[in-house]
């Protein structure tokens, strides 16, 4: 850009915004940790492995994620709670209940009425 002209008492303003997001150190995995739920995660809550920006599902080992964490095993995936509040009944086992498809499906969490957080189950 090229300014031309004669210009007396001109000012130029300029001005910049920063935006700086928090950042975390992330630590090489640790093996033989042990997975938190629900723990905190870039503004969520997560009460199951996650798959963000990574070829495998892995949780943190802290209840708000400062960096530890570990793939995941099959014995660290979130396991059903029994008994859960769903609508107005109490479930102790999986149910079809409420499901478009189907599919048997349990709560993470005592009170799904709540909470709002499921998985199918196996």
Known sequence: MF???????????????????DTITHFPEVKDGKCVFPFQYRGGIFYDCIKFKAKHKWCSLTKTYQGQWKYCSEEDF?????????????????????????????????????????????
């Open 3 to 21: 300014l031309t002209g004669k210009h007396k008492n001109w000012e130029i303003n300029v001005s910049f915004k920063f935006s700086f997001s």
């Open 78 to 122: 979130a396991k059903c709670v029994f008994p859960f509040w769903y609508r107005r009944l109490i479930y102790r086992e999986c149910t079809e209940d409420g499901d478009a498809f189907g599919r048997k499906w349990c709560s993470l969490t005592q009170n799904y009425n709540k909470d709002k957080v499921w998985k199918y189950c196996d």
